[in-house]
């Protein structure tokens, strides 16, 4: 065997080596035959998804070469290196469509079909690939347009981005939660704050009327306040002609909430004390009283369980208001054929429940009912009660001589069972002076609804519903009564009745609609009455039609002798056609709605009612309607005219009717007063107020850092907050920002948008927080404003020659407590960056790790961390450095 000496040895290795060498260079002619680019910018970047940002461009020529990774990275289109690091491949718009980018073997690879990538049609930098923007069209259905002397890039993609779906997403989880979804938890910064003495708030309502026979002025006056703790509210009604003044007082109650009312999915054992003015809530016999009022139900309706629908119908465009014991639950507006819905958030048992609606002829409707709520559950385990006590109220400002009790009481064996029983006494129910009640409520197969109420001696009544998926309702129910009716009342009070209502939706040339059947039949001692009716609607353009036939079924007789009649009824058309709002149009019909209704008797085979009504929107707050009404069988006619206009500080609404011999005109005014607790002074409005809430958001640069407003510092007017529930913002002339018609006691999350503050350096503590609302009255809430931060720092990486600034690289900045990404810095040529507008809190610095890699470095430290504290100046941070290797090869 030859012996190889170590020279000999040292020169193969190094004809091996270089053998290799030359095999890989010969197999990368892109790599050496890469050209530098003619120039290097930065563009501005923006997009509404994306938002501004600062993008690396390389220029050969007058073509910009743009940064492959940095673009998809702000898009949101997945992609990873290759196997080489220095190449990008991923799958889009569709996993089965996938492209590669490889310079080293200097192909490219488009929905999975591999082409050559010619060396002059990319530029691999340092950080990144810059690719001709060709490719981008080609690869990802984006076309961008670089403006070289604006210095500015655009793009117009042929599909959405992914960004752009995921902030879709994310605003539509929004308003979920703004309708009441789950809430993010948010730092409670304002609990309760109970008052001895609160002035709060004052309703007013004043009607003029004036007819042949003479004028009557007529007012109600309505107080709220807190008391004691509690909130007190009461009214005074009252009307004054040519005889002199009459009134009284009704409605006046005290009413203490305990915390534990405040948390609606807790089983706590007191949650309020009522004294004065009450109604009962017993099943079917509730009576008022003045006495007092124990319950462990919270003020917060749940929402955990079931919710119930409470719908119908009236003018189109009215204004719709769900009021559940007196508060404001919901609000909405009915639809072009006057539809409205609610799914209220309704727990258990008995409600006291009250639609309030605002006709747009200025009439306002109120519709209280004392309902029996089926089909409402406890959640398991939980137990709730009412105890009231009293005497019985037998005018609105006079009391009998009856005492009279009432305690109830619900059991959730299950979330899909619960059981009732309750209790009445005093002399009022009789000889027995008692009244006694039992129900049960459950759920088959979630969405099967069953309820029976049993009061003996009275009657048993058994109801269920259903409602699928595709929107088909069916209710039923049916009532036994215990107790037979005398001769004097035996044609009028049955011995048991029963219900059937059925709807059934569908689309009609693309629209929804829907039909509706029902039927109601009461058995008498004599006989039998009924009724049978439909709706139907339908829409067509702006054209919406709705179609009711109404028709009674009678019967008299007993056993063989029973005769049956059915008595053809009354078919009534409803149309309604909305006016574009078309330039060619003249500007006063613009908008314009008209409405015509007409009723047939099928019996005289005969019009018997003609209507046509006109509204139209003017001065932007006010609303003209005329109507026109004619009798067809007696041939009487009747003209109104109204115009209701909403005032900044009160509402107004005028009525005119006339018609042969007689006429009728209405004068209204209507609004409330609070006491703002800032300045004391009266805060006028439109809208009631008692029984709600209201705030004075108050933001003043904090001069001397103690998060209180003093006296001289400036405050800043700004309508910058943001509410996670509904409410009505004005910004006052002394800058304080106050929010009405909120729901006393609920507790609210609040967040101010920095971007609306007048100075851009200026921000809060804390962003977000929660506080609840006080009960008739208005809550102060101060939220100091200091300078935001700033930082800087450099961003190197260790050469042979020492240390060296590295450029353009990415620098994530994100909140400590929970990894939000707060912004994305960039560096400059000399590896500085700096940040500013930062908010007071704890964050997080790091450098993109896709960059990282591409650049084949690691960081010393992997992140940075840091505090902005709320300084008047603001807070300035410096040499929060980065230093980098490379990684050993």
């Known amino acids: 065997m030859d012996t190889i000496t170590p020279v000999e040895f040292f020169w193969k290795r190094v004809f091996f080596a270089l053998t290799w060498v030359g095999f890989f260079l010969g197999f990368i002619p892109n790599l050496q035959a890469q050209q530098e680019p003619d120039g290097e910018a930065l563009l501005t970047f923006s997009h509404p998804s994306i938002g501004q940002y600062y993008v690396n461009a390389v220029f050969f020529g007058d073509v910009a070469y743009l940064p492959l990774g940095e673009f998809l990275s702000l898009a949101e289109i997945p992609y990873e290196q290759t196997e080489n690091k220095l190449g990008l491949q991923g799958a889009y718009p569709s996993p089965k469509e996938i492209w590669k980018i490889d310079p080293v073997a200097g192909f490219i690879w488009i929905n999975g079909v591999s082409e050559p990538l010619p060396a002059d049609n990319y530029y691999l930098g340092e950080l990144d690939l810059f690719l001709h923007p060709d490719y981008f069209k080609r690869i990802f259905g984006i076309e961008f347009t670089v403006n070289p002397y604006a210095l500015s890039m655009s793009l117009k993609s042929e599909r959405p981005l992914p960004i752009e779906e995921k902030k879709k997403r994310e605003a539509l989880r929004s308003r979920l939660m703004a309708r009441g979804g789950p809430q993010e938890e948010v730092p409670m910064a304002l609990p309760r704050d109970r008052a001895i003495l609160g002035l709060g708030m004052i309703d007013y309502a004043l009607n003029l009327d004036q007819s042949p026979s003479g004028s009557l002025a007529s007012f109600q006056v309505r107080g709220g306040g807190e008391f004691l703790g509690g909130d007190i509210q009461g009214s005074y009604t009252g009307s004054a002609d040519k005889e002199g003044l009459e009134g009284q007082f009704s409605g006046l109650r005290w009413r203490y909430v305990l915390p534990g009312g405040l948390k609606p999915n807790k089983n706590v054992l007191l949650s309020s004390i009522t004294l004065g003015q009450i109604n009962t809530t017993s099943t079917a016999n509730g009576v008022s009283l003045n006495g007092f009022s124990l319950s462990n139900n919270p003020v917060i309706p749940r929402q955990e369980l079931d919710v119930f629908v409470v719908d119908g119908y009236t003018e189109r465009d009215s204004e719709v208001e769900l009021l559940i014991g007196g508060q404001l639950v919901d609000f909405m507006r009915a639809d072009d054929v006057g539809y409205y819905r609610f799914n209220a958030p309704v727990t258990y048992g008995t409600v006291r429940l009250t639609l309030r609606i605002y006709t747009p002829q200025g009439e306002v409707i109120i519709q209280d009912r004392q309902l029996q709520i089926p089909f409402s559950f406890l959640p398991k385990g939980f137990v709730a009660y009412n105890i009231q006590g009293g005497r019985l109220q037998t005018a609105p400002d006079s009391l009998g001589s009856d005492l009279i009790g009432h305690a109830d009481l619900a059991i959730g064996l299950s979330n899909s069972m619960t059981v009732r029983a309750g209790l009445d006494y005093g002399d009022y129910f009789g000889l027995s002076k008692r009244n006694t009640s039992f129900g049960l409520s459950t759920r088959l197969f979630q969405q099967y609804l069953f309820n029976i109420d049993y009061l003996p001696e009275q009657f048993y009544r058994a109801n269920a519903s259903v409602f699928y998926a595709n929107n088909i309702n069916i209710s039923v129910q049916a009532t036994e009564y215990l107790t037979l009716p005398n001769e004097e009342n035996a044609s009028s009070q049955p011995i048991r009745d029963a219900n059937l209502n059925l709807f059934i939706p569908f689309k009609l040339f693309g629209r929804f609609s829907g039909i509706r059947f029902g039927g109601e039949k009461q058995w008498l001692l004599d006989g039998y009455k009924g009724n049978l009716q439909s709706d139907f609607n339908v829409q067509i353009g702006k054209l919406a039609a709705r179609f009711n036939y109404r028709a009674q079924l009678l019967g008299s007789g007993v056993g063989d002798d029973l005769s049956s009649e ?102 209204s005014f209507s609004g409330s007063i609070g006491i703002d607790p800032i300045s004391g002074a009266l805060l006028p409005s439109n809208r009631d107020q008692v029984s709600r ?148 809190g704890e964050y997080r610095l790091t450098i993109d790790p896709k960059q990282l890699e591409f650049l084949n470095a690691n960081a010393e430290k992997d992140f940075l961390e840091f505090e902005i504290k709320p300084l008047v100046d603001g807070d300035y941070l410096e040499n929060l450095n980065f230093k980098l290797r490379k990684r050993d090869l």
């Open 566 to 667: 059915f008595a053809p009824g009354v078919l009534t058309g409803s149309f309604t056609y909305s006016l574009p709002r078309s330039p060619s149009l003249p500007v006063f019909v613009k908008g314009m709605f008209i409405r015509s209704q007409i009723r047939y008797n099928t019996a005289s085979s005969e019009l018997t009612n003609l209507n046509l009504q006109l509204s139209q929107t003017l001065f932007k707050l006010g609303r003209l309607t005329m109507a026109y009404d004619r009798d067809l069988v007696n041939g009487a006619g009747q003209f109104q005219v109204g115009f209701l206009y909403d005032f900044r500080f009160f509402r107004s609404s005028s009525q005119f009717s006339t018609r042969k011999g007689d006429y009728s005109a209405r004068q």
């Open 693 to 840: 809430s209201g705030v004075s958001v108050r933001m003043f640069i904090d001069q001397n850092e103690n998060g209180k407003f003093d006296k001289g510092e400036e405050i800043v007017p700004a309508k910058a907050v943001r509410l996670d529930k509904s409410g009505n913002m004005l910004l006052g002339s002394d800058g304080v920002l106050r929010i009405t018609q909120l729901q006393s006691y609920w507790t609210y999350a609040l967040e101010i948008d920095t971007q609306a503050l007048p100075d851009p350096t200026l921000a809060p503590k804390e962003k977000k927080f929660g506080f609840v609302a006080e009960p008739n009255r208005f809550k102060v809430i101060d939220i100091p404003l200091y300078r935001t931060g700033i930082i800087e720092g450099f961003v190197l990486i260790n050469q042979a020659s020492g240390e060296q600034g590295v450029g353009g690289l990415r620098l994530l900045l994100t909140k400590k407590s929970t990894g939000e990404l707060i912004e994305t810095i960039r560096t400059f040529a000399d590896g500085s960056y700096y940040a500013f507008g930062l908010l007071p």
